[in-house]
């Protein structure tokens, strides 16, 4: 099923010329509306006649996380502010947060996207659908919300939380969809085996997982624990929320960006140069429909590529990678780039590990350094007695989990191990990686 098949399936040449349409609009209205990005282009000799169709998207300069941070609140605002009929943002960890604001439009636009790609991951009306994405200025909760109130679900808005709550709505409600970061729906999964219950009796067909760097193998435990299928969601907040990008039910295989609403590109980071297709690097967006908030080439952080291919459930709009990971996580150890997130295959591979970890990054000298912090089983734990580190069967696995990391990234890394239930357990978005570098900056 599809939500807006002529838009979905929409001839590549026909949403090309829409695509040019739309940015050639936006183009012209910040110019017009928003000083911030006058003086930008002012400043790089570009002017909107300059912009005719989306060939000539390469033309304009890039915006970043901190364009928004210094225009902060409402200086990136292309309407009176009096328009914004919400306003959303993102947590950030340094400082001020992200704010972002959308008018009446922005929000019927981003509850079809949302709408659409809850039909896109196997949702349809009718549906009990269990959101456990935060509500409040974070974009996940509200955003599925109207999505899903639009498409004709039954809402049960739960957000983040209360574990053993979500538990019992889910045994009592029977969602046919739920969705959450990967992270605390694993967490819900363990909860429930931890009163006894299994996940997969709970019913639940579909998940619709996003907001943070997720593994294949990751959706194996999911779609294990539980009997669903699991789909990759992305969005960010700068750009609108989720519903940019998601995987359909039928390939589970990257993720179709809503490109009549999103123009994408992929550039290398270092050099800015846009990539060929199907190339690695870091995610690009346009928005074309956006009133409050236009974005033009906003870089995103986030690491991925396109895939040129068609694909077999007859969408015509481009699909992405799942993301590897965020710029600013990778690291270079040795001469070899590594994400923290692909550790997360290696650790999900090993029996005797948990689905619970963390990376420690720090620097010696002139050398990054990572250690993961790997929690064991409880069955691990019981059958060897008492855990401590320096146990003959923990030293024997830590060996283990450390040639495995250097045979899969090519790096030797530290490993820790840790008892069951010592790693802190995520309610949003995991806190993956602890970065110790930014401590002592002089080093
Ligand atoms: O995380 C929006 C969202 C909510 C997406 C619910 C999906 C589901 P922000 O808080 O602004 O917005 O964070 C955006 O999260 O730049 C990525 O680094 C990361 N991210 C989002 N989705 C994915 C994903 C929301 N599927 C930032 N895989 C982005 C990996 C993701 N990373």
Avoid at 58 to 68: A, G, S, Y
Wanted: hydrophobic share 40%; glycine share 10%.
């Amino acid at each position: 099923m599809m939500y807006q098949p002529e838009l979905e399936t929409m001839p590549r040449e026909a949403l090309r010329r829409l695509q040019s349409e739309r940015l050639v609009e936006t183009v012209q209205r910040v110019y017009e509306r928003v000083p911030f990005y006058r003086r930008l282009f002012d400043h790089h000799g570009v002017k909107p006649e300059d912009i005719r169709s989306v060939d000539d998207v390469v033309k304009l300069p890039f915006t970043r996380k901190k364009d928004f941070r210094e225009q902060y609140p409402f200086g990136m605002l292309a309407v009176d502010r009096t328009e914004v009929v919400r306003i959303h943002g993102s947590s950030g960890t340094k400082g001020k947060p992200t704010i972002v604001g959308y008018t009446r439009r922005d929000i019927e636009n981003w509850s079809e996207c949302v709408a659409r790609a809850i039909v896109t991951a196997g949702g349809r009306p009718g549906d009990v659908f269990h959101v456990i994405y935060g509500y409040g200025l974070f974009t996940g909760g509200l955003g599925f919300h109207y999505g899903a109130e639009r498409l004709g679900m039954t809402v049960v808005p739960v957000s983040g939380g209360n574990t053993p709550r979500q538990v019992t709505l889910i045994e009592d409600l029977r969602p046919r969809g739920i969705a959450g970061t990967p992270s605390y729906v694993l967490n819900i999964a363990e909860t429930m085996r931890q009163m006894g219950k299994d996940p997969a009796a709970s019913g639940v067909e579909y998940g619709i997982f996003g907001a943070e760097p997720w593994s294949e193998e990751m959706r194996r435990t999911l779609e294990q624990a539980f009997g669903l299928k699991a789909m990759d969601v992305y969005g960010l907040s700068e750009v609108m929320g989720p519903g940019v990008a998601i995987e359909c039910i039928e390939a589970q295989e990257g993720l179709h960006v809503a490109e009549d609403h999103f123009l994408v590109e992929v550039i290398d980071p270092a050099t800015r140069n846009p990539l060929p297709l199907g190339a690695t690097g870091e995610l690009v967006f346009t928005s074309l429909t956006k009133e409050a908030l236009p974005v033009i080439r906003y870089r995103t952080g986030d690491v991925a590529s396109l895939i040129p291919e068609p694909c077999r459930c007859g969408r015509t709009h481009v699909r992405m990678s799942r993301i590897k990971g965020r710029i600013d996580d990778m690291l270079i150890i040795r001469g070899v780039n590594v994400f923290p997130s692909e550790m997360e295959a290696v650790v999900l591979n090993i029996e005797e590990l948990a689905p619970h970890y963390q990376v420690v990054v720090d620097r010696v000298g002139t050398l990054d350094t990572i250690t993961l912090l790997a929690e064991v089983t409880e069955a691990f734990a019981g059958a060897i007695g008492d855990f401590h580190p320096e146990h003959e069967a923990v030293l024997r696995l830590t060996h283990r989990v450390a040639e495995a990391l250097k045979h899969t990234l090519g790096v030797t890394t530290e490993v820790r191990l840790c008892r069951p239930g010592e790693l802190p357990r995520s309610e949003g978005k995991a806190v993956r990686i602890i970065d110790k570098r930014q401590l002592y900056p002089s080093r």
